[in-house]
């Protein structure tokens, strides 16, 4: 893929984590561009991959405590991946931030801007049109399940008068992925999915995306 940096890493992350907690719909989806994650058809299925972070983060800061092995609780083995490979996402508990992915997190935008963005480009066609729109984002903070309701309410809002639209949003910090469903006519109840990602299954997604 061009650009000014390599991406490649969270797309394949985000497609081996829809894959691997979601089913076999996910696992044929392709790299591409426009969205970023494409099924071999070009028409059932598109995901945008993008990222989110609060402004007041300094993520060169903690790169650099990171570089200088200020930061306490980091075992041998997610060093030398970290090294070895440069990205941290997955590995730890998402307080770590590899050297290569140092960009990616600098050029994040707080989450309601990548919103207002993201869902702007959908409805101007884009990204083109999908059977199944998704937008997953990236998040370097923690969120909860309070934030994650607020996060896809304001979606909802966003797009609400678009007729090209987010089917789906996925929201995914280091220890959870949110699958929300932003069709009309649902009850709040059945929005919403919560997964826990465990130790072995973010050590599983990174190990596959770094070396694919």
Known sequence: MSGK???CFFERYAQISLASL???EFDCLENRDRPDLQSPDGKSIGIEVTRAMEESRDAERDLLMDMAGITKGRSD???DQILRYGY???LGKGRYIGAKELMYWKMALPMRRIIESKVDK???GFYGEFKKMGLYIFSKDDLEERDAIKIMH???GCQKYQSVKYNRLYLADVNDLFVCNLEDGLQESSRMLR???SKEQREDFYRKAVEE
């Open 5 to 7: 940096f390599d991406t």
């Open 22 to 24: 979601l089913g076999r």
């Open 77 to 79: 083995y997610e060093t």
């Open 88 to 90: 941290a996402f997955g």
């Open 122 to 124: 959908c409805g101007n």
């Open 154 to 156: 304001y979606t909802i």
């Open 195 to 197: 997964y826990l990602v």
